[in-house]
Each structure stands twice: as structure tokens, then as C-alpha cells.
């Protein structure tokens, strides 16, 4: 399992746009799977988006606003933020290292997450 590393998180207005990296440490890491999760204070942590061998997938309530996408490395991945509302404030967690993923939000199937970075949407 590998240390995932976060960034880009800040506060921004409702209706701005916010982009997050997620990289994992030295070189020769690959993943084939890539996803984000977030989590707000007093709440469990739910999926976002991910993309699985080439194909992504959206949680219904940022479906149209968010895009993920992979780096120009194998071992980074982007998430673009767009028209944030303020229930998109929480934590987001970089998740990798898929593993018997029978679908793509099954957080048991993901190894390797990131320590998280906060947004804040007001």
C-alpha cells in the first residue's frame, strides 16, 4: 500500500471552481483506478468520481460540475471543480490501489488513500 498525497483544496464562493491533485510518492507507482471521496463533518465519507480502466464515473450530485481525470503521470489524477456549492464542503480523500473493485464507489476496494484536503464552499 502507498501514501497518497493530496493538494489544491481551499475556500472558494459558491459557484467557483477549485481543481485537487492527488500524486503518490516516487516513480513507479501505477494505479488503474483512481477515485475521490469526500466527507463532511458529523458525516460518513461518500464517493465522488473515479475512473477505472479509461472510464469514469459520477456521484449523481456532482454529475455535470466535477470532471476527474488522470494526470500526465501515471501516479497523479486531477479532480475538477466547477459550479461548488456549499454541500460540497468536507474533506476529499485521493484513493488508488484497487482491488477486487466489483464496483467503482466500494471503498473496501481501494488500498491506498491520501491524509485529505479541505474544501470550503460558502
Known amino acids: 500500500d502507498v ?3 493530496e493538494s489544491g483544496g481551499g475556500s472558494v464562493q459558491a459557484g467557483g471552481s477549485l481543481r485537487l491533485s492527488c500524486a503518490a510518492s516516487g516513480n513507479t507507482y501505477t494505479s488503474s ?4 471521496y469526500r466527507q463532511a463533518p458529523g458525516k460518513e465519507r461518500e464517493p465522488v468520481a473515479a475512473i477505472y480502466r479509461g472510464t469514469s464515473y459520477y456521484a449523481d450530485s456532482v454529475k455535470g460540475r466535477f470532471t476527474i481525470s488522470q494526470g500526465n503521470t501515471e501516479n497523479t489524477s486531477s479532480l475538477e471543480m466547477n459550479s461548488l456549492k456549499p454541500e460540497d464542503t468536507g474533506m476529499y480523500y485521493c484513493a488508488a490501489g484497487c ?5 467503482w464507489y466500494n471503498r473496501a476496494g481501494y488500498y491506498d488513500w491520501g491524509q485529505g484536503t479541505q474544501v470550503t464552499v460558502s
Open 3 to 5: 501514501q497518497l498525497v
Open 33 to 36: 483506478c483512481m477515485a475521490w
Open 99 to 103: 482491488r477486487n473493485l466489483g464496483s
